[in-house]
């Protein structure tokens, strides 16, 4: 299984960004689907977590701002609003499928003040 990040980008402060994650390879069951982000100096948090079964969590952090959806055993995405800078890093999908986790690799998401 192979995870490709995209959408991440540049914007202003109050901004929305919308990021996808896309699996390929062989996916015979619902995974469970995470972003992840890092800023420079700080470790990787989560930031929002979908369960197979629909269940969602969001880090403190994000909720009320951020939606973590999917639209198939394949793809997910993470609607951003009300950006601050704070939320400025690297983010990150995963996939955790019978066990086993892989990672994509980071989308930068800028804010800007």
């Known amino acids: 299984v192979q995870l490709q990040a995209s959408g991440g980008g540049l914007v202003q402060s109050g901004g929305s960004l919308r990021l996808s994650c896309a699996a390929t390879?062989?996916?015979?069951?619902?995974?469970?689907m995470g972003w992840y982000r890092q800023a420079p100096g700080k470790e990787r948090e989560l930031v929002a977590y979908?369960?197979?079964?629909?269940?969602t969590n969001y880090a403190d952090s994000v909720k009320g701002r951020f939606t973590i959806s999917r639209e198939d055993a394949k793809t997910a995405y993470l609607q951003m609003n009300s950006l601050k800078p704070e939320d400025t890093a690297d983010y990150y999908c995963?996939?955790?499928?019978?066990?086993?986790?892989?990672w994509g690799q980071g989308t930068e998401v800028t804010v800007s003040s």
């Open positions: 995963k996939v955790r499928l019978i066990g086993v986790e892989y």
């Open positions: 390879g062989s996916i015979s069951s619902l995974p469970e």
């Open positions: 979908i369960y197979s079964g629909g269940r």
